[in-house]
């Protein structure tokens, strides 16, 4: 009687071979994209990993999840006159299956790092997930704002609360309602946009622009230089 085993496995190896391969052609597109961008910039590109970013910046709460951290994939640039960091970022989390074996997962998101040009202070602005609500039903509550909408789509947190609403006054309020969602963390100089994906060419930009409009809302009281 004849088996289909044997054809049955050719095929499955076959079509991990054929994943792999085009898993490379894509990684390759994606580094001469980025390249490709940062010369349109006149910036430069790296694609060695880079395992300090957490270090330089260590109150970006993204940058320091799982193990195994590095940023892969850099594009370093000037925007409008601000310095940037563009990449992908690369972590590992363990868990255990149901037989109690332990398995390794592998995240990767992107994000993009812009240096502020003024003294700035900690700041945590992100869209409210499921967790945030229930947080906030046992009294875990995040800073509130005059628009129902912004607290509504928005988590902030901040240790100055009267930082946060210095920076979200209602004009930076209206544009991150209608811009594309991002989260943002502020440190002491500068600001991280992520969204918990990988980015495209164009993602990076809106992430840059984001960041961007958010600091040239900054009222003048808050813009001594750092």
């Keep these: 009687m004849f088996s289909f085993f044997p054809l049955i496995l050719v095929a499955f190896v076959v079509l991990v071979i ?13 580094r001469e994209a980025l390249a490709a961008w940062a010369v349109s910039r006149g910036g430069r590109f ?29 594009v370093r640039g000037d925007s409008h ?6 990449f992908d970022y690369h972590y590992e989390t363990r868990s255990r299956d149901s037989k109690g074996r332990s398995k390794t997962s592998h995240h990767h998101f992107s994000a993009v790092i812009l240096e502020a040009g003024i003294a700035l202070k900690p700041l945590s602005i992100r869209p409210e997930g499921i967790f945030d609500k229930i947080s906030g039903f046992f009294g875990f509550d995040d800073i509130d704002f005059e628009s129902a909408e912004f607290s509504r789509r ?48 164009a993602q990076f930009e809106s992430a840059i622009t984001v960041i961007e409009q958010v600091l040239e809302r900054l009222p003048s009281y808050l813009e001594a230089p750092s």
């Design 18 to 30: 054929v994943m792999i391969v085009a898993g490379f052609a894509q990684a390759r597109r994606r």
């Design 154 to 201: 928005f988590h902030v947190k901040a240790p100055d609360r009267r930082w946060a609403y210095d920076v979200l006054q209602p004009i930076t309020i209206e544009y991150l309602l209608a811009a594309p969602p991002h989260s943002l963390e502020f440190d002491h100089a500068a600001v991280i946009a992520w969204t918990g994906r990988c980015f495209s060419v």
């Design 81 to 86: 006159g601000r310095r940037f960091c563009a």
């Design 46 to 74: 790296s694609e060695h990993h880079e395992h300090d970013l957490e270090h330089r910046h260590p109150e970006f709460d993204c940058l320091r999840c799982g193990g195994n951290r590095y940023a892969y994939n850099l």
